[in-house]
Every structure is written in structure tokens, then in C-alpha cells.
């Protein structure tokens, strides 16, 4: 019961319509001007428009007020009426409880939390800690690379000629550090792979240079690429050369530049995604600190709130549809009967792509729970700092203990 009637108070109901009050007042009657007080009490808010007013009626959903000045407004025409009642009234009496209560509810504050974003954000630390654990070894494997590399023994140098490593394919190592032998070898056929290609291409886009149909956008385009191909031909060629002259320490240095970029690049990655969960693992108690409006701030953005509901529903929609398709994924078993009665199972052979699919349904389910979540939460926090409190004060503090720190600064 309680509940209800907090629910009722935040959406800004109360027991009987305004219209009574305006009603009620008659020429004559003793009471006119205490009804006629507390009519004008229930139109305090800004939502309530002149028009509507003058002709005595206003939506319910507008009886609270949206700023402080309205609340103490809307006290100062119920003092006026309760001291303007002339006989006593016990339906009078009944409609000013209800609106002090509004009066009471609007100055304090009350939690507007949504445990469902709380959930989804939560989870989303959950995952994005995950992410972290894994980006953390990868950023180990990075680690255990460079010392490989600082630990190389010196051994002969396979120099290969530019010419033959022609049509050769791009090499591709699970860890080309793992011996010197290994890096110089895949450095150099890559190095020429490059070269070869950027030849390649430059002959082909003079040939097609030398077409009299041409229009010019095509033959900017292949004067671009011409260019282009030459500045990478210059690089591999120049980067092949000084593979050929290098000796032992310098292949280790280059090798060593490389595993330190790659260790760099992994450290970066695992600390951008540590960030983003500690980014919202502290955005919780934030929000909880902001969703503390004052009662005359909530009614004043009811719109946005619906709004914000809207996304919730749509969100929560798609994860759900993703989770129900999920889950409506079964296996495909085949069934043998054989001549004895017996019969066997088996899979179709489709198994394994059925739960590869099932899996990255969930997957999508939960990654849209969480991205719906995030955002709530931090449009909700961004918002309620703003409007929930005032931070004049805070502001006037900072801005007059900067002046005072440039004038001490001054004055040396």
C-alpha cells in the first residue's frame, strides 16, 4: 500500500481532480476563497498552461510543481486557504492533506534508480574484467617475446637475393622472435614481398596510363597509386638493404624495436580496456549519488524519462529476442531403429556450427544488455549532476581559490 502510494505521489496523482476545487467555489458560499486558494495551488507548475487555467481545468499530471519556488508557492496558497476557510470542511480538510503531502514530498529527496541498468552495467564490468584478464596476458606473451629476442645466440645469417624471393607469399609466424633465425628469414621475405608487389603495381597502372579512353579521374587515380607504389618500392628496397648489411647486433636491435612496439601496442590495449572498466565500475556509486532528485525535479522531466524508457524496452526487446532464438536452438539428432528393437543417436554433424551459433546469440543478448545499461547510466548521471544539485557554490569556491592562488602567485 505503501508502495502505491509513493508511485502515485512520483507520477504526480492524487485522490480526487482538480477541477473539484474549481468547482466548488460558488458566490456566495462562505468557503469561495479558501477553494478558490487552493484551486490556484494546484496550478502552481509550469506545465499548467494560462489558457487552461482560465477556464478552470488542468491535467492531473500537473498538480506538482517544478522548481522550489514553486513548492514554496504552492505552501504559501495552502496557508492562505486553510486560514481563509470560514466553516469547516472535512472534504476541504482531506484535499489540503493530500497537498501538503505533495509539498512534503517535493522538498525531499527520493532514490530514482533502475536496478535493471545497475544489472547490466555490473555485467558489464563483469566482462569488460574478462577482456582485461586477457589483454594482460597477451600483453605477458608481448613480454616473454622481448626477452626471447634479448636471449638470442648468435648463429650465421641466411642472406637471401631480392631477386629471388619474386612471387614469394607473405609469411606469416605464430612468433617469428622465437629464434634470430627465424626473424631474419621471415623479415627479409616480407620485406621483399613488399617490394616485388609495389613493382608490380606500378607497371600495371602505367599500362592502363597508356589507354587513349582514359578520362581523368582514372588517370589521377593511377598517377596516385603510381606514386604511391614508388614511395613503398624506395622503403622495402632501402629496408632490404640494410638487412643485407647487418650483422648480428643489428638484426637483434631491429628485432628489438619491433617486440618493444608490439609490447607497447598489448600494454595500450590492456590499458585502455582497464580504464573502461574501471570507468563504470566507479559510475555506479556515482549514479546512485545522482539519482537523488528533489520531488518538484522529477515531474519536470517526464518526457525525457519516457524517452529514456523507450530505449530501455527496445534494448531489453532485442536482448531477449536474441536470448529466445538462442535458446530455441536445439541439436539435430539422428535416430536408428534397428531389427532387434534397439534404436541409436547420433548426431547430423551439424552440432558444432548449431552451438557456435547458439553461443554468439547469447553473446549479442548480453553485449546489447550491457551497451543499453552503460548508456542509461551515464546519460542518467550526467543529467542528474546537473539538474539534482547545485553546484554554485562549489564552482564560486573553486573560481575564488584560483584567484587567490594567481594573485599569491603575483605578488612574487
Known sequence: MKENKKNRKE????????????????EGDPNDEAYELLWEATCVSSHVKDADKECGHTDIDNVYPTTAEEVDRM???INKAEAALKEPNSEFNSRVAELR??????????WKLNWRVIVGVLLSVFILQMCVDNKQGDVKKAEDK?????????????????????????????NPFASL?????????????????????????????????????????????IKSNKKKMKESYKRFEKLQKADFKDVQEMALEEVEGLVDQKASDANFVKFWNLF????????????????????????EADNLGTVE????????????????????????????????????????????????????????????????????????????YDWTNIKNKAVAAGAAAKEQYNKR
Not at 503531502?101 to 527520493?110: D, L, M, P, Q, T
Not at 626477452?147 to 607473405?170: G, M
Not at 553461443?359 to 549532476?385: H, N, Q
Open 75 to 77: 505552501e504559501e496558497l
Open 313 to 388: 524496452k527496445i534494448g531489453l526487446w532485442l536482448s531477449g529476442g536474441l536470448l529466445t532464438a538462442g535458446m530455441g536452438i536445439g541439436f539435430v539428432n539422428i535416430v536408428t531403429k534397428w531389427s532387434d528393437g534397439s534404436t541409436t543417436s547420433e548426431d547430423d554433424g551439424t552440432g558444432p556450427a548449431r552451438l557456435a551459433i547458439k553461443l554468439g546469440l547469447f553473446v549479442a543478448a548480453a553485449l546489447v544488455f550491457c551497451a543499453v545499461s552503460c548508456f542509461l547510466m551515464l546519460y542518467a548521471t550526467i543529467v542528474g549532476l546537473i539538474r539534482n
Open 181 to 225: 633465425k627465424v626473424w631474419y628469414d621471415r623479415e627479409q621475405r616480407n620485406v621483399a614481398h613488399d617490394y616485388h608487389t609495389a613493382v608490380a603495381s606500378i607497371a600495371y597502372n602505367e599500362e592502363n596510363l597508356k589507354n587513349p579512353d582514359i578520362n581523368n579521374t582514372l588517370e589521377d587515380f593511377y598517377k596516385d597509386q
Open 101 to 110: 503531502a505533495i509539498v512534503e514530498w517535493s522538498r525531499k529527496r527520493h
Open 280 to 303: 563504470f565500475l566507479l559510475l555506479i556509486p556515482v549514479y546512485i549519488f545522482a539519482a537523488r532528485p528533489r520531488g518538484y525535479t522529477i515531474s519536470r522531466h517526464r518526457r
Open 146 to 174: 622481448l626477452e626471447q629476442v634479448k636471449n638470442w645466440q648468435e648463429e650465421p645469417l641466411n642472406k637471401l637475393n631480392l631477386d629471388s624471393l619474386k612471387e614469394q607469399p607473405f609469411v606469416i609466424c605464430d
Open 11 to 26: 507520477e504526480g496523482y492524487i485522490s480526487f481532480d482538480p477541477e473539484e476545487l474549481k468547482n466548488a467555489t460558488q
